[in-house]
């Protein structure tokens, strides 16, 4: 049973509050988005959200999470599914011609889930360096890592989609 200060039980309530709202962003932006490749990808980060709220909640109530079991497979997987779905990509441009309107909208519920997880790496920044306990430093250490793999996702995804400039 870990004992946290009053700071980082503060630091870990504003992680859990951000969590929850990547996943109601991530919930509302995959019915949202008119591309089902980018639907598909919202709700993979969604769920990963979901991940990082247990383990935030894991800690709050006294238990470190092991983040790195069975993390890495699924991790890979993803990330594969992900690659495969670009390589398709051509294929479902052509079946489908998306109007302007709803690029755009796309364009901008990408532009705001990468500005989300900016902040929300940047809250664990600040939390990572304010822990005392090794163990639960190197979970908030995973989660932003996973936070900023996620940016790296949206950010492909606007690049091979001509929204990145």
Request: aromatic fraction near 6%.
């Amino acid at each position: 049973m870990i004992t946290l200060t009053q700071k980082e039980t503060s630091l870990l309530q504003d992680s859990k509050k951000q969590e929850e709202i990547c996943i109601e962003k991530y919930e509302r932006y995959s019915s949202e988005a008119s591309d089902p490749q980018l639907q598909d990808l919202f709700r993979q980060l969604g769920s990963k959200e979901r991940e990082h709220l247990n383990s935030i909640n894991q800690i709050l109530s006294g238990t470190v999470p092991n983040v790195n079991a069975g993390g890495q497979g699924n991790q890979q997987q993803m990330q594969q599914q992900m690659q495969q779905k670009m390589q398709a990509m051509p294929q479902l441009q052509a079946q489908s011609a998306v109007s302007g309107n709803q690029s755009k909208s796309d364009a901008y519920l990408c532009t705001d889930a990468l500005s989300t997880e900016k902040h929300v790496s940047a809250v664990y920044d600040t939390a990572i360096f304010e822990f005392k306990d090794a163990s639960i430093r190197q979970v908030l250490n995973h989660i932003q890592k996973e936070e900023q793999e996620h940016g790296e996702k949206i950010y492909n995804y606007m690049a091979q989609h001509g929204m990145y400039n």
